[in-house]
């Protein structure tokens, strides 16, 4: 089988056992959004929506998420957690830990900025963005995988797997790892979220709808926000890490 073969039957291969149907679309707009309208028809926990190619690829924040044709893996699970809907924020934080855990077996190194923007090197190499359909989560995950650059605007900030390893890889079967990384109680999320997050224990910067806040990040909580040593709470906002002398740093 072609290594990056994306057919539904190169998917249905090596699958975790609570995953029950795949559906593959050469292209979409949005996984996110077939997967919203198929939670809403019923589809059960464990059914996932692929694409090789998504017109409108949606990001964190209002956000575009680009993947030529034949690069990305492109995914959304819908997810029926047994989880307080307050608590549904804990979801991306699972997902940043099983991303993690999939790429240290390709013998790479990866971080998590909070609450979920997986990085190796410092440089963006996957995303992840949710929205609740009824009550369903759809689970929406953009890996960088086979890409070998990027245009100018993200080239300083995006990478690959396939660039921090040196060689392409099988998108079906990173699919599989991060989907069987992914079979966590609640429980076990937070303990496993965060060894991967540099986050915590550094000085940043977050950009909320009300302002800035600038501070050390102490911790999670219970529902996913992220705890500052300072006492506030922030349960949504963009993150920049600072050097200590202020400086930006990726
Ligand atoms: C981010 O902004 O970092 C999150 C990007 C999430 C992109 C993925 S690609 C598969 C799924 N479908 C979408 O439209 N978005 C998510």
């Not at 589809?43 to 209002?62: N, P």
């Not at 819908?78 to 699972?94: D, S, T, V, Y």
């Not at 496993?192 to 501070?215: A, Q």
């Amino acid at each position: 089988m072609d290594a990056n073969d994306l057919s539904q039957d190169a998917l249905a291969t090596g699958l975790p056992p609570w995953i029950r149907q795949v559906r593959f679309f050469q292209e979409v707009d949005s996984t996110n959004r077939v997967a919203g309208t198929w939670a809403m028809n019923g589809a059960g926990h464990g059914s996932v929506v692929v694409a090789d190619y998504q017109s409108h690829g949606r990001g964190r924040l209002g956000r575009t998420w680009l993947s030529p044709k034949g690069t990305g893996l492109l995914f959304t699970v819908i997810l029926r957690p047994k989880l307080a809907r307050e608590r549904f924020g804990l979801i991306n934080l699972a997902a940043a830990s099983a991303l993690c855990r999939a790429f240290v077996l390709l013998g790479l190194d990866p971080k998590v900025k909070w609450p979920n923007d997986v990085q190796i090197g410092g440089k963006k190499v996957s995303g992840i963005a949710s929205k609740v359909s009824g009550d369903a989560v759809c689970l929406g995950i953009g890996v960088n995988v086979n890409q070998t650059a990027f245009p100018d605007e993200i080239a300083g900030t995006a990478t690959s797997l396939r660039l921090e390893t040196g060689q392409p890889h099988d998108r079906a079967a990173i699919m599989a790892r991060i989907l069987e990384a992914l079979d966590l109680t609640p429980e076990q999320i937070l303990p496993s979220f965060r060894p991967w997050c540099v986050t915590l224990g550094s000085p940043v910067r977050v950009s909320l709808s009300s302002g800035t806040i600038e501070g050390v990040a102490c911790d999670v909580d219970a529902s996913g926000a992220l705890i500052m040593c300072s006492g506030e709470v922030i349960s949504a906002g963009d993150v920049v890490h600072l050097h200590q002398g202020g400086v930006e740093a990726r």
